[in-house]
């Protein structure tokens, strides 16, 4: 099983990134997804999930309107996008394979996403 993201930098305030995570060795649209986030000196925060199907998804308080989850399940890929970006959401975002419920099983490297002027 792999998963790696990609599409983090460095953008200004109210600016977007769309980040992706590119997953391998396991049958993608059978797994719920999740994107979780960490950011310097604090400890992770889960930021929104999705079904298999994409026909179910879900956000933190703090990014619920801004960001959107979906998938591509004929890619095996996982999106986020992120507008409307603060310097608040600045931290390294992972892609883990799992939900709330059944847990976390695999991760992905992270990818830094900076939101700074």
């Known amino acids: 099983v792999q998963l790696v993201e990609s599409g983090g930098g460095l953008v200004q305030p109210g600016g977007s990134l769309r980040l992706s995570c590119a997953t391998s060795?396991?049958?993608?649209?059978?797994?719920?997804m999740t994107w979780v986030r960490q950011a310097p000196g604090k400890g992770p925060e889960w930021v929104s999930g999705?079904?298999?199907?994409?026909?179910?998804?879900s956000y933190a308080d703090s990014v619920k309107g801004r960001f959107t989850v979906s998938r591509d399940n004929a890619k095996n890929t996982l999106y986020l996008q992120m507008n409307s970006l603060k310097p608040e959401d600045t931290a390294v975002y992972y892609c883990?394979?799992?939900?709330?419920?059944?847990?976390?099983?695999?991760w992905g490297q992270g990818t830094q996403v900076t939101v700074s002027s």
């Open positions: 883990a394979r799992g939900d709330s419920m059944d847990g976390y099983d695999y």
């Open positions: 060795g396991f049958t993608f649209s059978y797994y719920g």
């Open positions: 999705i079904n298999g199907a994409g026909s179910r998804t």
